[in-house]
């Protein structure tokens, strides 16, 4: 059984940082793809950063490049989502993926949410003006 287990969301002020963490199980976590993805009252769940098997390749949605930044430990099958500059519309519920299928490539990188098929329960993080 696959679980993804999300933590590390809460409140915090415009302009600060939280990191979020995910703890993978019931999967060899180095043969996935690992992705973040938030989803807004009232809006879809979008992409938000992906990250390859081998860590050195990783994709951001655009509203997000140089302030936030996906990492992986596939020793402790941890990954993490470190956002900075935080601003009121990255208010939303986060959730960790891990892609449908294991991957050949150590360096593919995917971000459509199709191409997920595990998904954590989703924490909370809710940026104040």
């Known amino acids: 059984q696959v679980q993804l287990v999300e933590s590390g969301g809460g409140l915090v002020q415009a302009g600060g940082s939280l990191r979020l963490s995910c703890a993978a199980s019931?999967?060899?976590?180095?043969?996935?793809?690992m992705g973040w993805f938030r989803q807004a009252p009232g809006k879809e769940r979008e992409f938000v950063a992906a990250?390859?098997?081998?860590?050195?390749?990783?994709d951001y949605v655009d509203s997000v490049k140089g302030r936030f930044t996906i990492s992986r430990d596939n020793a402790k099958n941890l990954v993490d989502l470190q956002m900075n500059s935080l601003k009121p519309e990255d208010t939303a519920v986060y959730y960790c993926?891990?892609?449908?299928?294991?991957?050949?490539?150590?360096?593919?990188?995917?971000?459509?949410?199709?191409?997920?098929?595990?998904w954590g329960q989703g924490t909370q993080v809710t940026v104040s003006s």
């Open positions: 993926a891990a892609s449908l299928r294991p991957r050949t490539s150590i360096y593919e990188i995917v971000r459509t949410y199709g191409s997920y098929g595990y």
């Open positions: 990250v390859s098997r081998n860590g050195a390749n990783t």
């Open positions: 019931g999967l060899t976590f180095s043969y996935y793809i």
